[in-house]
């Protein structure tokens, strides 16, 4: 039973910044080019899918760089310390000065003991939440670079030709350069005017670009 618990805590954590990571970048982005967030309100599995492929890359990085470490601590430094505490006396002796002077002559009593294990637990936690909420600020300052690269070709009168559209608003086909969907809703920006256009999915199109 407590295994369940502990996938489903895990299932919910992992939703939850999985969905503020999206929700981050997303805020950042659409804020920068001074969108109308209610007209292109995301859907929930639009935020999870966004903040998945934020975080997937950074996760694999962590992983590359953790398990060396690990694996150099458990092969290496750990199995270094054995050696020298079974090896000879005076090494020994040596460790056990060094480990006296650290964390004291006394051995600590059972209340000792849980007050540090208290400690620790907070200092985790806390280096957790920190890193957390530096992380949303680096994905929204992320969503804002990316708006203002957009605008900046905007401003020099090119758009990206992937992201250039047609698209049919009171009967008139204009051509625009997509900036984001939402669950409902895009916006577009002309490029002649910069004026930003809200339309639905449905009432636009885009022409594929042959490869080479």
Not at 25 to 36: A, K, R
Not at 57 to 70: E, K, N, Q, R, T
Not at 71 to 98: A, T
């Amino acid at each position: 039973m407590s295994k369940l618990a502990d996938s489903v805590i895990l299932l919910a954590l992992g939703t939850a910044i999985l969905f503020c990571s999206g929700t981050a970048y997303y805020h950042g982005y659409v804020t920068t080019l001074d969108l109308e967030t209610q007209i292109i309100e995301r859907g929930f599995h639009q935020t999870l899918y966004q903040g998945l492929m934020l975080t997937i890359l950074p996760a694999i990085y962590l992983s590359l760089v953790a398990f060396p470490l690990f694996y150099f601590y458990s092969h290496g430094l750990l199995q270094l310390y054995v050696d020298l505490l079974e090896g000879k006396y005076s090494r020994k002796k040596k460790l056990i000065k060094i480990k006296k002077i650290w964390l004291g002559k006394k051995k600590d009593r059972q209340i000792q003991i849980n007050a540090k294990k208290q400690t620790t637990h907070v200092l985790i936690i806390s280096i957790a939440v920190l890193s957390f909420i530096f992380s949303m600020f680096l994905l929204e300052k992320k969503g804002r670079n990316e708006a203002k690269e957009v605008m900046a070709l905007t401003s020099a009168g090119k758009a990206a030709k992937q992201k250039t559209i047609t698209a049919r608003i009171d009967g008139q086909k204009i051509d625009l350069q997509l900036l984001i969907c939402g669950a409902r809703n895009c916006a577009g920006l002309k490029m002649n005017d910069k004026n930003i256009y809200y339309f639905t999915h449905t009432s636009f199109s885009h022409k594929q670009q042959e490869r080479m």
